[in-house]
């Protein structure tokens, strides 16, 4: 049964070219943050396409992301969101989310996005204490040890019927293989378990990217 294709390299360079619809800036993002140490923490751009549809079905004005980096995935929403959409944006990082600043302010979309510093989990407490919710759209792509953390706590900030997409759930393959044992992985293999019983939403886990799980709240 057919279900994969072999990520060549040129097939990942045809996906660059024809999966997705990038801004100037989406482009400027992506190349110069390619050059990066850290260029793997970045989303491919059919993600960011992926995530845009997704702002676009669900009518999203309020989204909210834990794991910013350059700001890729924040720039590509807030493109597809309406003028008074609204993004709060939460990292760890001053020195990465300095550069993703540029590039919203080079697409216009600066005033849109809400960035906060700090530890994620105690963020989104901070969120559902002060009632910033019901949120539209989440996207979780962060440290992997506290992601059931996060998706929890999104839970509670999401209306019915506002999707949160998780990042990298398939983790290169390594989710199934029961020899990988390491904390990240036993992390996100236990999460992907957890969200395909979880009666709270509707799920499907879609291999776009590393793999992304989709939680629709009932």
Known sequence: MGRFVKATDALMAYL????????????????????????????????GAFLQVLAKLTNAKKYVEIGTFTGYSALSVALAMPPDGKLVCLDVSKEFTDKARLYWKDAGVDKKIDLRLGPGLEALDRMIANGEGPI????????????????????????????????NMLWSGAVADPKETDEQTSALRALNAKIQTDGRVDMALATVGDGVMLAVKR
């Open 136 to 167: 539209d759209l989440a996207f979780i792509d962060a440290d992997k040890p506290n992601y059931d953390g996060y998706y929890e706590r999104v839970l509670k900030l999401l209306r019915p019927g506002g999707c949160v997409a998780l990042d």
């Open 16 to 47: 660059t070219k024809t999966g997705a619809r990038e801004t100037a800036a989406q482009v400027k993002c992506r190349e110069e943050t390619a050059k990066m140490p850290m260029a793997m923490m970045q989303i491919a751009p059919e993600q």
